[in-house]
């Protein structure tokens, strides 16, 4: 290896040991080797054993390792470190969770840094993340990292198991964001699954990594922010004439107590069972149904009312895709864990945050079109719905 990388310090040792547990226990190959190919490629790292390192060039030879140790043993060196820590930001993540930020916020991000309340990232004297032991709390000092209009906030905590069988100590390091989209003035909160034997027999442990998030945002950020009521925005996204998101799933509680879960077919038209199927055959069959206008009438009635009486504790919508991206599923729990507020679950290999953001983009959007219908729709102060006017 070269000698002109300096590896992690005596100080960082336990870090480094954390990062090294964190990616044996919950790296999948696919993305060891995406993030070696992307070193590779910006000569941080040597894979190959013939190929040249460029004289000065400060290049880790990682080409003599097992191809399954290479990111461990990178680890070593402050390069590759950094650069599994930039992947926690920019990375996609499972789930998240998004919430309204009440106007323009004047938190000073820099100040937070003087005062040491926040890591900068980018700071010429950034070491590592300030790694929170959840059986040893104390006042968290997350990092962050901007990337345009977009700062991100990761909080990171050690999480530690014991398999059942061998009694052994797994430990990983577990991140949790608050990416602040400033433009949109939205807070999201992202994470990613853990194992059961991480959550510490906690029922609420997604939703408590939520509420930590939410508090520090509260309390040393200064935001103040609000539960978005995004059902009405997936039933107007559901009913819009548009091809770029379809229903792929959804369950139903019905007023009578009937409850349901329907599935589109894997392949063939994207059309739910049941309501999905008789709206397309009311549309395929428009000409038909115009010659029988009171059975029409019937079954639109019939919809509307199944549909507008019926609980929907989740639905999946399906984003398409293209020649240059795959298609993308995400899940809305409506109403996580009594909360209040809508779980997203992303299903699908992890790529960048990309998709992530414009999902979120995508659903603000539809939200913003939403309310300027409904407000365009309301009567004027003193005037009924029927435009005219009430007698005081």
Not at 277 to 291: A, N, S
């Amino acid at each position: 290896m070269s000698e002109e990388f300096e590896s992690v310090g005596p100080l960082d040792e336990k870090y480094r040991e954390l990062m090294v547990e964190t990616v044996l226990n919950t790296y999948p190959k696919y993305i060891q080797k995406d993030l070696l190919g992307t070193l590779e490629q910006h000569g941080v790292v040597k894979l190959k054993k013939k190929m040249t390192i460029k004289k000065g060039a400060q290049t880790i030879d990682l080409s003599e390792k097992e191809e399954d140790e290479r990111l461990t043993e990178g680890l070593a060196f402050q390069p590759v470190m950094r650069a599994v820590e930039k992947r926690e930001f920019t990375k996609s993540y499972h789930f998240s969770a998004i919430f309204a930020v009440n106007g323009k916020q004047e938190t000073n991000f820099a100040e937070l840094v003087q005062e040491g309340k926040l890591l900068d990232f980018t700071a010429a004297n950034f070491t590592h993340d300030n790694v929170m032991d959840v059986n040893h709390p104390t006042e968290v000092v997350p990092t962050m990292f901007a990337i345009g209009k977009i700062k991100i906030i990761k909080f990171t905590k050690i999480l530690t198991g014991f398999l059942p069988t061998t009694a052994s100590r797994k430990r990983i390091k577990y991140n949790v964001l608050g990416v602040y989209h400033e433009y949109l003035d939205i807070l999201e909160i992202r994470f990613d699954r853990a194992r059961s034997l991480y959550q510490y027999e906690d029922d609420l442990f997604y939703h408590n990594q939520v509420l930590g998030v939410l508090n520090w945002f509260e309390r040393v950020a200064n935001f103040e922010i609000e539960n978005i009521n995004i059902p009405p925005v997936i039933s107007y996204i559901n009913k819009k004439d548009q091809d770029e998101v379809v229903v792929h799933s959804q369950a139903m509680s019905m007023s009578t107590g009937a409850k349901a879960e329907l599935y589109t077919a894997e392949n063939g038209a994207p059309i739910l069972p049941l309501l999905g199927e008789l709206k397309e055959l009311i549309k395929t069959h428009e000409e038909l149904f115009e010659q029988s206008p009171e059975i029409k009438d019937l079954l639109d009635k019939f919809i509307t009312e199944t549909e507008d009486t019926s609980d929907l504790p989740w639905i999946s919508l399906r984003w398409k895709g293209d020649a240059k991206n795959e298609g993308m599923l995400v899940k809305f729990k409506h109403n996580y864990e009594n909360k209040g507020y809508t779980l997203l679950n992303f299903f699908g290999r992890q790529t960048n945050m990309e998709k992530m953001n414009n999902v979120t983009k995508y659903i603000i959007d539809n939200k913003a079109e939403l309310d300027e219908r409904e407000s365009s729709a309301a009567p004027e102060i003193g005037e009924t719905s029927d435009n005219t006017q009430e007698v005081f």
